[in-house]
């Protein structure tokens, strides 16, 4: 038996209502530009928008003009869409609560995850929507993911709660040592003064 080893998310495909909503949030709301547009080739009542959410991957939506924006919340049961995040920068992140209250768009606030800060919102469905901003930046050849699978592991052997500043700043000096040369012979932190 062998594994169907995935090497990215391809894109998302979520049910919306007509093209116009569709299009008046996901690109003006969240600024992602609207770059194709066919049938739903399984449903010719609907169309099929696609959206780039900033990495050149897809959020794509299936509209119909029947279908008219309802803001409660979609359903939370097992199996299905608790929320979506969305990567947004450190400067893009401060600028989210003054940016949904000008449009009087209901959110949580900031909210600390440790690693990352967040607010979260409704679409016009009412789906919950993550805007993410991480608290780091990980060294030249990592990814994010690679600092976390170390934070998580510094995170345990101190048996911490969860993961924190202390925890990303020192994964990130194991990766630099890990990943990268030096001709000194002791990497230890020391003191010049």
């Known amino acids: 038996m062998r594994k169907l080893q995935t090497q990215g998310l391809h894109h998302i495909t979520l049910i919306g209502a007509d093209r116009q909503t569709s299009i008046d949030f996901w ?3 969240l600024g992602m530009p609207f770059i194709f ?3 739903n ?7 099929h928008l696609y959206f780039d959410p900033g990495d050149g991957r897809l959020i794509t939506i299936f509209t119909n003009e029947t279908r008219k924006p309802k803001r409660s919340r979609t359903p939370t049961e097992a199996g299905n869409v608790h929320h979506i995040a969305f990567n947004v920068s450190r400067a ?3 600028q989210v609560p003054e940016r949904l209250d000008q449009r009087g768009i209901g959110h949580s606030g900031p909210k600390d995850r440790g690693f990352m800060d ?3 919102f409704r679409d016009p469905l009412g789906l919950l929507i993550e805007l993410a901003c991480y608290r780091f930046e990980p ?3 990592c990814t994010h993911a690679d600092v976390m699978v170390e934070a998580h592991r510094l995170r345990v052997e101190r048996g911490d709660y969860n993961i924190q500043d202390i925890h990303l700043a020192d994964a990130i000096e194991r990766l630099v040592a890990r990943s990268q040369s030096s001709l000194s012979t002791d990497r230890s932190p ?3 003064y």
């Open 27 to 29: 690109e003006g709301v």
């Open 37 to 39: 547009e066919q049938p």
């Open 41 to 47: 080739l399984d449903d010719p009542d609907e169309g």
């Open 92 to 94: 893009t992140f401060s």
């Open 118 to 120: 967040s607010i979260y």
């Open 139 to 141: 060294p030249q050849g």
């Open 190 to 192: 020391r003191n010049p």
